[in-house]
Each structure stands twice: as C-alpha cells, then as structure tokens.
C-alpha cells in the first residue's frame, strides 16, 4: 500500500485537484515546479538555515515523565509549541514564502480563519519583505481582535470577507478570487493539507522535518528511531501530516489521528470527520467532508478553533479509509481537561488543539514499555481567554 501522493495527485481515491479553469494555469505552474524547487541545494539551504536560525529548530523532543508515570507508559512529546510564533504552521510558510521567491512572485495572499495561519503567512512575508494579503470572515475579524492586531503589526493588510457566513469559507472563496485576477505575481499560501494537488503534498513535506527530527532524536534517547505510536490532532491535517510522513511505511510504527469531537459526535455540534464525513469535494480537493444530503457542507464546532474544519486533507482520508490509521473523536471538556494536566504535570500549557492529541491516554491503554510520540502542535498562550472562561480561571 503506498501512503503517499501518486502522480496524479491521489491518495487512494482522495485528493486531486478540483478547480475552476480560470485557475488552472496557477495550480499548473506550481505543480509543474515545487518537486524541482525543493531540490534545489540552494533552496535547502536556506529552508534549513531559516528552520534552524528563525524557528528555533530542531524542536525538542521531550520524555513527559511525570505524565508517563500517571499513564503508565513511555510517553514523548514533540515540542512544535517552542517555534517562533508558537505553533508548526511556520515550518509550513517558509517553505512556501521561499517557493513563492523561487516562482519570481513579489505579493502573498491567504485565507486564515482564526487567525493562527494569517500570522504565519504575515510573519514570512515581513521576513522576505513581500506584500501580504490575508482574507478573513467579518465574523472572524471581530472574535479575533489579538490576531488581527499581530497581522497588521507585521504589515498585512487584512481584507473582510463580507459574504455568506462571513467565516473560513468565504474568506477562502475571496482568496480564490483574488488569485484568478492574480494569477502572475501572486503566490496563494495554503495552511494546512489541503487544497488542490500539489499542495497537500507540498504542505506535508515542509512538515516532514517533524518526524525526520523525531527519528534521530529517538535513536539518542533509546537506541531506536521508531516508537510504537505517533499521535497528533487533526483539523486540515499538516502537523499530523508532518509527525506522520517518515512512518507511513514503518509497519511497527502505530499511527493515531485524533479529531475534535466538541460537544459530542452525535451532539450536531462537532468536527468529527472520519466519522460524519462522506466523500466529497472541498477547496479543490476530493477528501471525507461533513455536508448535508444533498452536499452542502456543514458548519463545523469545536472549542479549539484550529480543529473547527468540516473536512480532513486527503491523506488522512487515505490513512482513515485503508485503516493505516487508528481515528479518535475527544470532546471539548476531555481536552480542557488534559490541557490542565499536562500544565500541572509537565509545566507545559498546550494549544488547545494539542490538549485534543493528549486526552487519548484517558480513552485507550497502553503498555509500560510502549513509546507514544504525541505531537504537541502548539502553545497555549493564545488560548488563554477559553482556559479563563471554562475554568473560571
Ligand atoms: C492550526 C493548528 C492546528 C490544526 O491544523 P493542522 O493543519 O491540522 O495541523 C493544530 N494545532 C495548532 C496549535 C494549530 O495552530
């Protein structure tokens, strides 16, 4: 079974690239050149000089012992939560602001939805001195303020999608737009595994410096480079994608994909994919989506905004339908409250999208000697106004 994008960009019977033709020749040209670009030396160098100088790479890889003892097992974390800005979506946008130079680009757009990938893609664009447009929902816009501030700090001009719901969807439907009009000098950053072919695996091989530093840090710690598991969350799917990519192929190498289940599976109120999703086709690609009878997609829920997604990137699709991946569903009070452990045990305070990876040690046992890498996407810094009001902090 192969795991990874075919030549056709399909996973199995997901992905491709679902487009309107006015933006074909776009998607084409990337398509054409991203393998050829990231082999450049010239272009490693500088993506592994930037990782290294500016994000702060290698992460670390950290054995939680305190929760390991609670949970009986050996537990490690991958610390993403100490790059630069907080999270793994900067590995994601360097890749693609150097791409993007590479290409003889000089503006940037993007979509972001609670604002996390707009201040990614406006952090590389002030690095690299291009100009920067992020689309975001009014409604987005209005919940969050810190964001919106952080984006324009850096020098983005952030434009209000006004249409529809005024949230994700139309703002990516404004980036869309943009793009078509643009299609010479602009360079479209997508944030997560998603998108038309070949961004999903364009996504996912800037994030496979995840696990390719997990391999050699584990071989320091305990002789092997292959743990039983490795687990991340999933909203689109990138850092999963990222702990996942060098494992795909190791049989030993467990693989669970945790989703935000918010206030239940069956509660209509939740962003369980594997599970509510059917086939269908989203920003340009054929994956599992939540939607209606008859296709309209549905609004998702979760209390962590980066995992409040109607569909999953097409390789987890693949990962879920072929059973290479074990799916979990964790509800918003099962995550707060390993948010709050891991602070208490550990001195972490995790994104709340990570508490998500981390509440399955409630769900599922494991063994002594097992090794569980749980990737922790992010800090928790901007989450803390949700810790405030849930735990009346
Ligand atoms: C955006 C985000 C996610 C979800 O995005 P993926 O593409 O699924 O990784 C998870 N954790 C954090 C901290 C995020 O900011």
């Avoid at 399955?360 to 000697?369: A, H, N, T």
Wanted: with cysteine.
């Amino acid at each position: 079974m192969n795991y990874n994008v075919n030549e056709k960009g399909y996973y199995g019977e997901f992905g491709g690239a679902y487009i309107p033709e006015m933006l074909y020749p776009n998607v084409e040209e990337l398509r054409q050149n991203y393998l050829k670009v990231m082999a450049e030396p010239d272009f490693q160098k500088e993506f592994q000089q930037l990782l290294k100088d500016y994000v702060g790479r290698p992460s670390p890889l950290y054995l939680a012992k305190r929760l390991s003892e609670k949970y009986n097992t050996k537990i490690y974390l991958k610390r993403e939560d100490l790059n630069h800005t907080g999270a793994h979506k900067i590995n994601n946008t360097i890749g693609q602001i150097l791409m993007a130079k590479r290409l003889g680009k000089s503006r940037i757009i993007a979509e972001t939805g609670a604002g996390q990938h707009g201040v990614a893609t406006a952090t590389v664009c002030a690095l690299m001195g291009l100009e920067c447009i992020v689309y975001m929902g009014e409604i987005d816009i209005a919940r969050q303020a810190p964001n919106v501030a952080r984006m324009k700090m850096l020098g983005a001009t952030v434009i209000p999608a006004l249409s529809g719901s005024r949230t994700l969807k139309d703002a990516t439907n404004e980036a869309i737009r943009d793009w078509i009009n643009n299609p010479v000098n602009t360079h479209y950053i997508i944030g997560s595994a998603i998108g038309p072919h070949p961004y999903p695996d364009m996504v996912t091989r800037f994030q496979s410096i995840i696990s390719e530093e997990i391999k050699w840090q584990l071989k320091e710690h305990e002789g092997r480079e292959n743990p039983d598991y490795v687990v991340a969350c999933i909203g689109g799917g990138s850092n999963a994608a990222g702990t996942y990519y060098h494992f795909l192929h190791e049989e030993s190498v467990k693989i669970i994909a945790v989703e935000a289940a918010g206030l239940g599976v069956d509660s209509g109120e939740s962003a369980a994919t594997s599970i509510l999703g059917k086939e269908g086709i989203i920003h340009g690609c054929k994956t599992l989506l939540m939607q209606t009878k008859d296709g309209q997609i549905t609004e998702p829920y979760s209390i962590s905004a980066g995992l409040d997604y109607p569909g999953v990137g097409p390789m987890h699709a693949h990962l879920c339908k072929t059973g290479r991946a074990e799916f979990m569903s964790i509800t918003d009070d099962e995550a707060m409250k390993s948010g709050l452990e891991l602070s208490k045990l550990e001195g972490i305070i995790p994104a709340i999208e990570s508490s998500h990876a981390l509440a399955i040690f409630d769900k599922k046992k494991f063994k002594e000697d097992d090794i569980v890498v749980v990737n922790l996407s992010g800090r928790g810094d901007k989450d803390l106004d949700t810790y405030i009001n849930y735990f009346k902090l």
